[in-house]
T-cell receptor, first 113, second 114 residues
Framework: NAGVTQTPKFRILKIGQSMTLQCTQD?????MYWYRQDPGMGLKLIYY???????DKGEVPNGYNVSRSTTEDFPLRLELAAPSQTSVYFC????????????FGDGTRLSIL | KQEVTQIPAALSVPEGENLVLNCSFT??????LQWFRQDPGKGLTSLLL?????REQTSGRLNASLDKSSGRSTLYIAASQPGDSATYLC?????????????FGKGITLSVRP
């Protein structure tokens, strides 16, 4: 049972480049989330989705875009990478009810130089 | 706006000690509270989830309590072991659907000395 899988695990980008962080889950969870974690800080929500075709902004959405065409996949897009986007990105998923915890991937460590 | 605070930021204890990790939140209108463990370079692993109607949850050597009215939760770790060394984060949600998103504390980094 793979759970939540994120790719790539590490990436270095140049300022202005774009990339997509991939996230897929095999637990048939309706809810999916993208967080970023900066050193010494808790996690901040970037975007979330309550089901295929439905996405909404979180606390820090600027500079990012998402899509949710299937239940399994929730990619995060950086269009014009900036140094402030250097961070560790986590994808998570959970069941619809809210009585179950969120399951996290191992993260993507992204550096913008 | 909900704020979650975890103090201290770091804690070092000798092996075998019973310890308590604290979490406080400013808005008592929560749906549930979760405690997570994060190992270096890894994602978060859920330890315990407490619904707002519950007072505590237990799993092995871990016990989490919730006092919603005072905006506090504690994670009790019994007979600590070096393998318990990790960062522990608490997080709260307001409900289901669009309110299911979590607000996190910054975490407490625990070191258990052999």
């Amino acid at each position: 049972n793979a759970g939540v899988t994120q790719t790539p695990k590490f990436r270095i980008l140049k300022i202005g480049q774009s990339m997509t962080l991939q996230c897929t889950q095999d637990m048939n969870h309706n809810y999916m989330y993208w967080y970023r974690q900066d050193p010494g800080m808790g996690l901040k929500l970037i975007y979330y989705s309550v089901g295929a075709g439905i996405t909404d902004k979180g606390e820090v959405p600027n500079g990012y875009n998402v899509s949710r065409s299937t239940t399994e996949d929730f990619p995060l897009r950086l269009e014009l990478a900036a140094p402030s986007q250097t961070s560790v990105y986590f994808c998570a998923s959970s069941l619809l009810t809210g009585y179950q915890p969120q399951h996290f991937g191992d993260g993507t460590r992204l550096s913008i130089l | 706006k909900q704020e979650v605070t975890q103090i201290p930021a770091a804690l070092s204890v000798p092996e075998g000690e019973n310890l308590v990790l604290n979490c406080s939140f400013t808005d008592s209108a929560i749906y549930n509270l979760q405690w997570f463990r994060q190992d270096p370079g890894k994602g978060l692993t859920s330890l315990l989830l407490i619904q707002s109607s519950q007072r505590e949850q237990t799993s092995g050597r871990l016990n989490a309590s919730l006092d919603k009215s005072s905006g506090r939760s504690t994670l009790y770790i019994a007979a600590s072991q070096p393998g318990d060394s990790a960062t522990y984060l608490c997080a709260v949600s307001k409900g289901t659907g669009a309110n299911s998103k979590l607000t996190f504390g910054k975490g407490i980094t625990l070191s258990v000395r052999p």
